[in-house]
């Protein structure tokens, strides 16, 4: 890519797809690439490092603070907590915004290690109507990085 051309957008067709992860994956990111964003450390699989410059995380929300730029609402999936920046500003993403909701969230990775990781939130789903969401979503996480990605 020539110096100055602007990088494509995370939703563009060149973009890879976003990785599914678990709060304490992204807690285990401790180094970044200067072009690709975060590397998540996959060795519990296995699995060489990935990088992860957009993520699908889901969780139950726990708080919502309104603020500048949409705000952050706070999150915990079966393996921790994490923050999704900007939630609030996210077309169609308010009705999400409660606490007990379970919801997933797509997000470019703001920071990692060993406190709660933080997203830019670029979409907003609500996937409180089927619990198995909820019920299935370490396991399926799990399996796709240890049998599914590369």
Known sequence: MAQGAPRPSPSSSTSPPPVKV????LRRCCRRDPVDG???DRAEFGRRA???PVVWM???VLSVEA????GAVRLRDGSGCFVAEGAGGVPK???C???GKYVMVLGLVR???PGEPTLRALKLTDLSGNPLNEASWEAEVEELHRRVLP
């Open 50 to 52: 990935l990088a992860v």
């Open 67 to 70: 603020g500048p730029g949409g």
């Open 111 to 113: 920071s990692c290690g």
């Open 22 to 25: 678990l709060a304490s994956q």
């Open 38 to 40: 975060w590397l998540l």
């Open 97 to 99: 915004l409660h606490a």
């Open 93 to 95: 993403g308010r009705p």
């Open 58 to 60: 889901q969780g139950k």
